[in-house]
Each structure stands twice: as C-alpha cells, then as structure tokens.
C-alpha cells in the first residue's frame, strides 16, 4: 500500500493512501501538536514493532474510520460490513497500537529515547505477560521518526513524504 504524507494549511497532516485493491482514500489528522503527523507514527511504529493489525494492517484489510474518506475506486458492495469486521477482529491489536504510539510520539516530541522499558510498559496496559518488543526495534522506530521529523520540518507546501506499507509478518 502506498502512502503519501503531506501538510495542511492549519498545520495537520493528510495521508494519501493507494490501497492494493485499487481504492484510493485520504486520512484526515485531528492532531496538530506534535513534531511529526501522529498517523505517520504509527506506520512508522507498527512497521518497526512488527503490529500487522494496528491502524495501517486494519486499513489495508479494508477498515474505514472517521477521519477516512474514499476518494477514488471501486469499493467493495459490502465496504460497511468488511469494515465492522476488521475492526471488531483487530480491536486488540488497535489498541496496543495505539499505546505503543503514544510512547514513540513522547520519545520524537521530548527527544528522548524510546526503550525497550518504555514499550514494556506501554504493552503491560493493554496486554498480560512479556513484552516481545526488542531495543533493536525501539531504536529503530525511533531513528526512523527523528529522521521524518527533519524531513516534516523541511517539508514545502505542495511536497509529499511517500512510505509504503508492506504488512508485517504476525507475531505468534
């Protein structure tokens, strides 16, 4: 899947997302805070921690959200339900994503390191047991963030930073 991130006026972000089915959707921020697009941050963190099923796997599975319009392609007759049922299967997963960004967010915004703890931490609240999340993977998700928040600096107004979203193998 491909995503291109770009700046709006008030100071959000957009992703423009080409699905592998041919459905072309724009992802609207609701943040304007932080040093990076939070959506960039979690593609930037589910890809590095290895989460298929956070916010990136569920919208390459077909999941629509509020912040998500369709813009172009042809949608499957049943977009709702295929929806409603990625989100109900990836809901756990969702949420973790979305504790685990929160972690890498701080860490970019503060310039401090993301660590293994960190992540521990941030697992313990959603999960029981060990994290499975490595310092190799944190440093990882963190360089690749301080080096989008020089390049989201930098960034002119009619300029794109394009990633690509490749569904990262589930953890067992």
């Known amino acids: 899947m491909h995503v291109e991130f770009s700046r709006r006026p008030d100071g959000g972000s957009l992703a423009l997302i080409d699905r592998d089915d ?14 990076v697009p939070h959506d960039a941050v979690h593609l930037i963190g589910e890809r590095a921690l290895g989460l298929a099923d956070g916010l990136w796997g569920s919208i390459a599975a077909g999941a629509l959200f ?9 949608t499957r007759h049943d977009r709702r339900q295929r929806s409603d049922a990625v989100r109900k299967a990836n809901a756990a997963q969702l949420m973790l994503a979305e504790t685990l960004v929160g972690v890498l967010q701080q860490s970019v ?9 960190g ?18 993977q944190a440093e990882v998700a963190v360089r690749e963030l301080r ?10 107004r ?3 930073i394009p990633f690509t979203w490749h569904r990262p193998r589930k953890r067992r």
Request: proline fraction near 5%; aromatic fraction near 6%; hydrophobic fraction near 30%.
């Open 22 to 35: 041919g459905v072309r959707l724009r992802l609207r921020s609701y943040e304007r805070t932080g040093d």
């Open 158 to 160: 009619d300029e794109t």
């Open 147 to 156: 080096d989008l928040r020089q390049r989201w600096r930098r960034l002119g």
């Open 119 to 136: 992540l521990a931490t941030a697992w313990g609240i959603t999960r029981t047991g060990p994290s499975p999340f490595t310092t190799e």
């Open 66 to 74: 509020e912040s998500l319009e369709i813009v172009a392609g042809t």
């Open 109 to 117: 915004d503060r310039s401090a390191p993301a660590t293994r703890a």
